[in-house]
């Protein structure tokens, strides 16, 4: 199993809302990723688990909290979204630190809209 | 601050019509220069990693190469498969975690 599995694929919320992206995978990989993408801009870091320990970019808002269940889970956590935040998640995990091992692979994002 | 500049945003090939695309790079370290392939909706698919000044790596019509400064990927005959973005991505030794992407070149190869 080489796959990066995303759900929900599509999501459309309200500004009240509590919802959750879930990422799974089987490749025993120590390090997953949340990345954001707007339309027609590179992937932006968002945050960072690996090998058990969580690093996040201070520039995003307190509204998306990470959670990881298990070293292949990792899950998203919305509330209280604002429309600026629509956008492509895109999950990723990498192999290891060492070299060969560094490149990202990723699902296929959950394309996020919120009204 | 580390910087990934990709060049031309755009790009439309005959089929056929070999091109090249730029990604130039300011990282303090550079552990490793990754290019990714992304249909539209959909997550980058991983082409290529170079890790040193002189490397080249191949796969089917797709070239990638490596100076101290930037990287090409040069796309021989394409098709109009081939039609994506690509984008360019850059590890920094100091900080593994990170990976600084360029905004990609959009490539449109008609039949």
């Known amino acids: 199993d080489t796959e990066v599995t995303q759900t929900p694929k599509h999501l459309v919320m309200g500004m009240t809302n509590k919802k959750s992206l879930k990422c799974e995978q089987h490749?025993?990989?120590?390090?997953m990723y949340w990345y954001k993408q707007k339309a027609k801009k590179p992937p932006e870091l968002m945050f960072v688990?690996?090998?058990?320990?969580?690093?996040i970019n201070e520039s995003v808002p307190s509204r998306f909290s990470p959670e990881c269940p298990n070293s292949s889970l990792l899950n998203l956590h919305l509330h209280a979204l604002q429309p600026e935040d629509s956008a492509l998640y895109l999950c990723?995990?990498?192999?290891?630190?060492?070299?060969?091992?560094?490149?990202?692979?990723f699902g296929s994002g959950t394309q996020l809209s919120v009204l | 601050e580390d910087q990934v500049t990709q060049s031309p945003e755009a790009l439309r090939l005959q089929e056929g019509e070999s091109s090249s695309l730029n990604c130039s790079y300011t990282?303090?370290?550079?552990?490793?220069l990754f290019w990714y392939r992304q249909d539209p909706g959909k997550g980058p698919e991983f082409l290529f990693t170079l890790y040193s000044a002189g490397e080249e790596k191949e796969k089917e019509r797709l070239k990638a190469t490596l100076t101290k400064k930037e990287s090409f990927l040069h796309i021989t005959a394409p098709k109009p498969e081939d039609s994506a973005t690509y984008l360019c991505a850059v590890q920094d030794v100091y900080n593994f975690n990170k990976f600084y992407f360029g905004s990609g070149t959009k490539l449109n190869v008609k039949p």
């Open positions: 688990y690996s090998y058990e320990k969580l690093s």
């Open positions: 990282v303090s370290g550079l552990r490793g």
């Open positions: 490749m025993g990989h120590r390090a």
């Open positions: 990723a995990s990498s192999q290891g630190r060492n070299r060969g091992e560094e490149k990202l692979f």
